[in-house]
T-cell receptor, first 115, second 113 residues
Framework: GAVVSQHPSWVICKSGTSVKIECRSL??????MFWYRQFPKQSLMLMAT?????????EQGVEKDKFLINHASLTLSTLTVTSAHPEDSSFYIC???????????FGPGTRLTVT | KQEVTQIPAALSVPEGENLVLNCSFTDSAIYNLQWFRQDPGKGLTSLLL?????REQTSGRLNASLDKSSGRSTLYIAASQPGDSATYLCAVRLNSGYSTLTFGKGTMLLVSP
């Protein structure tokens, strides 16, 4: 099956700093990428959808100026958490879909801890 | 707005039992439904994907059924093993081609030896 990678797998940062998470499709071209957030013992909540070369579409309640998403190529999307606060600590999972739109493939997730 | 509900929230069974996990969704106009497994602190592993025109899919000891008209799906696990312990997530995709998945909250399964 198609493979999606994320980097880093975990990161600890200080409050007020910014952190960037990368999501790559390794063996297919991801025309659409999705970013999810998961709190402990909760389900995945969609944060935003991005199409290559276009601005991301954010879900209601997600601050676009805080969670910057860039989908500059067909194999790479980045999520930057700006001015991170402890409440941003969470598990962030990216997902990618190719042009056929048939199935979504998920990355292994990134654990962000803001101290 | 599509809502996905999974019952039970948690389940504990002894090894060897057959079990059923339930998933219901409010909007029956779905494109497909997918079952995932998530181990603690890990990402998602896709188990089975059922297209809206299909009734069931099977993979090894797993069987997923879909009744689109009633908005229900079940995941049947035969002869459960301790290695099956994980959280199982159900997700549906609406029938608009490029819509995304809506997830349930999952069922946390514990299979004891």
């Amino acid at each position: 099956g198609a493979v999606v990678s994320q980097h880093p797998s975990w990161v600890i940062c200080k409050s007020g700093t910014s952190v960037k998470i990368e999501c790559r499709s390794l063996d297919f071209q991801a025309t659409t990428m999705f970013w999810y957030r998961q709190f402990p013992k909760q389900s995945l909540m969609l944060m935003a959808t991005s199409n290559e070369g276009s601005k991301a579409t954010y879900e209601q309640g997600v601050e676009k100026d805080k969670f910057l998403i860039n989908h500059a190529s067909l194999t790479l999307s980045t999520l930057t958490v700006t001015s991170a606060h402890p409440e941003d600590s969470s598990f962030y999972i990216c997902s990618a879909r190719d042009a056929s739109g048939y199935e979504q493939y998920f990355g292994p997730g990134t654990r962000l801890t803001v101290t | 707005k599509q809502e996905v509900t999974q019952i039970p929230a948690a389940l504990s069974v002894p090894e060897g039992e057959n079990l059923v996990l339930n998933c219901s969704f409010t909007d029956s106009a779905i494109y497909n439904l997918q079952w995932f497994r998530q181990d603690p602190g890990k990402g998602l592993t896709s188990l089975l994907l059922i297209q809206s025109s299909q009734r069931e899919q099977t993979s090894g000891r797993l069987n997923a059924s879909l009744d689109k008209s009633s908005g229900r799906s079940t995941l049947y696990i035969a002869a459960s093993q301790p290695g099956d312990s994980a959280t199982y997530l159900c997700a549906v995709r609406l029938n608009s081609g490029y819509s995304t998945l809506t997830f349930g909250k999952g069922t946390m399964l514990l299979v004891s030896p």
